[in-house]
């Protein structure tokens, strides 16, 4: 029985641990946080990625930052600046992006980023997920301890 209550414990705390970090992050003064949505900063971020963005005001070639381009949000690197504003490419792409970004539309400078966890918060806000992820285990914990407390009686 202690080894089930061991394990059922372990299994909470590896969903809760990182819910309790994005949460921290997400308090942070300043920081935001973006599921990327496509494979352009491949090997540097997978679709899925949760990436935490703050603003720095001092970016440069080398640095990765997330900025909007009309209703999108892009996360890409900055390969140089010039007076007209940056020059951006993903990782995965064999072009520059055909734009410039100003300074006004930068978010910030990607502080962090957590594979698959982008995916996985897109996924719990679905029914689907809310059930698994937090009806399914809370349920497990409710019933791991009712029979703790029977077999006490």
């Given at each position: 029985?202690?080894?089930?209550?061991?394990?059922?414990?372990?299994?909470?705390?590896?969903?809760?641990?990182?819910?309790?970090?994005?949460?921290?992050?997400?308090?942070?003064?300043?920081?935001?946080?973006?599921?990327?949505?496509?494979?352009?900063?491949?090997?540097?971020?997978?679709?899925?990625?949760?990436?935490?963005?703050?603003?720095?005001?001092?970016?440069?070639?080398?640095?990765?930052?997330?900025?909007?381009?009309?209703?999108?949000?892009?996360?890409?690197?900055?390969?140089?600046?010039?007076?007209?504003?940056?020059?951006?490419?993903?990782?995965?792409?064999?072009?520059?992006?055909?734009?410039?970004?100003?300074?006004?539309?930068?978010?910030?400078?990607?502080?962090?980023?957590?594979?698959?966890?982008?995916?996985?918060?897109?996924?719990?806000?679905?029914?689907?997920?809310?059930?698994?992820?937090?009806?399914?285990?809370?349920?497990?914990?409710?019933?791991?301890e009712v029979r703790?407390?029977?077999?006490?009686?």
């Amino acid at each position: 029985m202690r080894n089930r209550h061991l394990l059922v414990t372990a299994a909470v705390l590896l969903v809760v641990a990182p819910v309790l970090g994005h949460v921290a992050m997400s308090l942070a003064p300043g920081t935001a946080s973006y599921v990327v949505s496509s494979d352009s900063m491949a090997p540097t971020f997978a679709s899925g990625s949760l990436v935490y963005v703050g603003a720095t005001g001092d970016y440069g070639a080398g640095d990765v930052i997330t900025f909007r381009h009309g209703d999108r949000t892009v996360t890409h690197r900055v390969v140089e600046e010039t007076d007209r504003g940056y020059v951006t490419r993903g990782d995965a792409n064999d072009r520059l992006d055909d734009w410039r970004v100003e300074e006004s539309q930068v978010v910030g400078e990607v502080l962090l980023s957590v594979p698959v966890y982008g995916a996985l918060l897109a996924f719990a806000g679905t029914p689907l997920g809310y059930l698994l992820g937090v009806v399914l285990p809370a349920s497990v914990l409710i019933l791991v301890e009712v029979r703790a407390l029977a077999g006490q009686l």
